[in-house]
């Protein structure tokens, strides 16, 4: 067979509705090289003829299940800007590698091995041959996940802010989506900090529940495990980014339309509460302990409390820092010190001029209590003020 009949029948069945997984099966069996498609994070789309392991549709899998690996980043990027087809290291032997690209999106990696085939047609023709055609099924797929995505998005719009549609009707929508809003559900905030906001937007279209994205934020809900499901979310978008830091968090685990509304809120605080205080990238309501609580009572409320305990620390973040870190070490002031960059002998120093100000005992266990209540508030009412501004 020859390179341009070849290329022929793979667009015609491209046309046609095929899928990845068709396209490989079909180069495989016209020139009986292993080919596999690999996606831009460097996970096994689609593969056939490859030898000792499974062919067929790797995209298709859950989001949660880790897809298999096959090439690094460095592999991705020298195929990514190579001119034209160039060597990549496989586990299984030499292959051929040229990138897919369909306007200017990067779709992956077409993979075909360089060892002498069937019909007489070399490597490199046939990634030239191939790459038009499982473009096409990119496009396709890209219109019609296009339109699922922009009628996922107004459901979370929906749960959200809970605009024309009563619960029962989102009950109905939810079922389109496979999700069942009569079982308990989270919700969940997700947020990209980086320049790849390109790749953030492909990573946040794989996952498996419906969503709602806004440059570096994303909106969706979880259900079963929510603190694994939040982990797993995390970590399977970080994968896809090669720069910057994606942090997921969870509201507070609920049934029904109106518990979500009142959880993608918490949700939110949940996240700034993670940022402000440098913890883990994926946190649930559960995580933010009493924290989490007070995000759920009146501001006002929260601004008198904190004023009536520390009020005398106002305007002094190297103090209320400093105690944030004297109660979260249990009181060692060489892990203080390294908390808040001071030497050893500082931190006793400013323990007492806390003691001072505030006219009571840091260390007395109810005083304690008072104190770390108030600066999980002061926490809380920070994330709120920054949300407003």
Do not use: C, K
């Given at each position: 067979?020859?390179?341009?009949?070849?290329?022929?029948?793979?667009?015609?069945?491209?046309f046609a509705g095929s899928s990845w997984p068709d396209l490989l099966r079909h180069?495989?069996?016209?020139?009986?090289?292993?080919?596999?498609?690999?996606?831009?994070?460097?996970?096994?789309?689609?593969?056939?003829?490859?030898?000792?392991?499974?062919?067929?549709?790797?995209?298709?899998?859950?989001?949660?299940?880790?897809?298999?690996?096959?090439?690094?980043?460095?592999?991705?990027?020298?195929?990514?800007?190579?001119?034209?087809?160039?060597?990549?290291?496989?586990?299984?032997?030499?292959?051929?590698?040229?990138?897919?690209?369909?306007?200017?999106?990067?779709?992956?990696v077409l993979l075909v091995g360089d060892a002498e085939g069937q019909g007489g047609?070399?490597?490199?023709?046939?990634?030239?041959?191939?790459?038009?055609?499982?473009?096409?099924?990119?496009?396709?797929?890209?219109?019609?996940?296009?339109?699922?995505?922009?009628?996922?998005?107004?459901?979370?719009?929906?749960?959200?802010?809970?605009?024309?549609?009563?619960?029962?009707?989102?009950?109905?929508?939810?079922?389109?989506?496979?999700?069942?809003?009569?079982?308990?559900?989270?919700?969940?905030?997700?947020?990209?900090?980086?320049?790849?906001?390109?790749?953030?937007?492909?990573?946040?279209?794989?996952?498996?529940?419906?969503?709602?994205?806004?440059?570096?934020?994303?909106?969706?809900?979880?259900?079963?495990?929510?603190?694994?499901?939040?982990?797993?979310?995390?970590?399977?978008?970080?994968?896809?980014?090669?720069?910057?830091?994606?942090?997921?968090?969870?509201?507070?685990?609920?049934?029904?339309?109106?518990?979500?509304?009142?959880?993608?809120?918490?949700?939110?605080?949940?996240?700034?509460?993670?940022?402000?205080?440098?913890?883990?990238?994926?946190?649930?309501?559960?995580?933010?302990?009493?924290?989490?609580?007070?995000?759920?009572?009146?501001?006002?409320?929260?601004?008198?409390?904190?004023?009536?305990?520390?009020?005398?620390?106002?305007?002094?973040?190297?103090?209320?820092?400093?105690?944030?870190?004297?109660?979260?070490?249990?009181?060692?002031?060489?892990?203080?010190?390294?908390?808040?960059?001071?030497?050893?002998?500082?931190?006793?120093?400013?323990?007492?001029?806390?003691?001072?100000?505030?006219?009571?005992?840091?260390?007395?266990?109810?005083?304690?209590?008072?104190?770390?209540?108030?600066?999980?508030?002061?926490?809380?009412?920070?994330?709120?003020?920054?949300?407003?501004?």
């Amino acid at each position: 067979m020859s390179a341009d009949r070849l290329r022929d029948e793979l667009q015609e069945l491209a046309f046609a509705g095929s899928s990845w997984p068709d396209l490989l099966r079909h180069i495989h069996h016209a020139t009986g090289r292993p080919v596999r498609l690999v996606a831009v994070d460097g996970a096994l789309l689609a593969q056939h003829g490859v030898a000792g392991e499974a062919s067929g549709d790797h995209e298709g899998r859950s989001f949660d299940r880790i897809r298999p690996r096959v090439l690094d980043a460095a592999a991705i990027a020298a195929v990514d800007v190579a001119a034209g087809a160039i060597d990549v290291p496989a586990s299984d032997g030499a292959m051929r590698g040229l990138a897919v690209r369909a306007g200017e999106r990067r779709v992956g990696v077409l993979l075909v091995g360089d060892a002498e085939g069937q019909g007489g047609v070399g490597a490199d023709d046939v990634l030239a041959a191939a790459v038009t055609a499982l473009a096409i099924v990119a496009v396709r797929r890209d219109a019609e996940a296009g339109a699922v995505a922009e009628s996922a998005a107004w459901f979370v719009d929906e749960l959200r802010f809970g605009w024309r549609r009563t619960d029962d009707d989102l009950l109905t929508m939810g079922r389109r989506f496979g999700v069942n809003l009569a079982q308990p559900h989270a919700a969940v905030v997700a947020t990209y900090e980086g320049a790849d906001e390109r790749m953030w937007r492909t990573a946040v279209s794989w996952l498996d529940t419906p969503v709602r994205v806004d440059g570096g934020r994303a909106w969706t809900i979880a259900g079963g495990d929510v603190g694994h499901r939040v982990a797993v979310m995390q970590a399977r978008l970080q994968e896809f980014v090669s720069s910057g830091e994606v942090r997921v968090a969870a509201g507070p685990v609920g049934v029904g339309a109106e518990s979500l509304r009142s959880g993608f809120r918490l949700a939110g605080i949940v996240l700034g509460l993670g940022i402000r205080r440098r913890g883990p990238a994926a946190s649930t309501y559960a995580d933010a302990g009493t924290a989490g609580l007070l995000s759920q009572v009146p501001p006002e409320a929260l601004r008198v409390f904190v004023a009536q305990h520390l009020g005398a620390l106002e305007g002094r973040r190297d103090l209320l820092d400093t105690l944030d870190a004297w109660y979260a070490t249990g009181g060692s002031r060489s892990r203080v010190a390294e908390s808040v960059h001071l030497h050893r002998n500082s931190v006793g120093h400013r323990m007492h001029r806390i003691r001072d100000l505030l006219g009571v005992d840091p260390n007395d266990p109810v005083v304690a209590e008072r104190l770390r209540t108030a600066l999980a508030a002061a926490d809380v009412l920070a994330v709120l003020d920054d949300a407003e501004s």
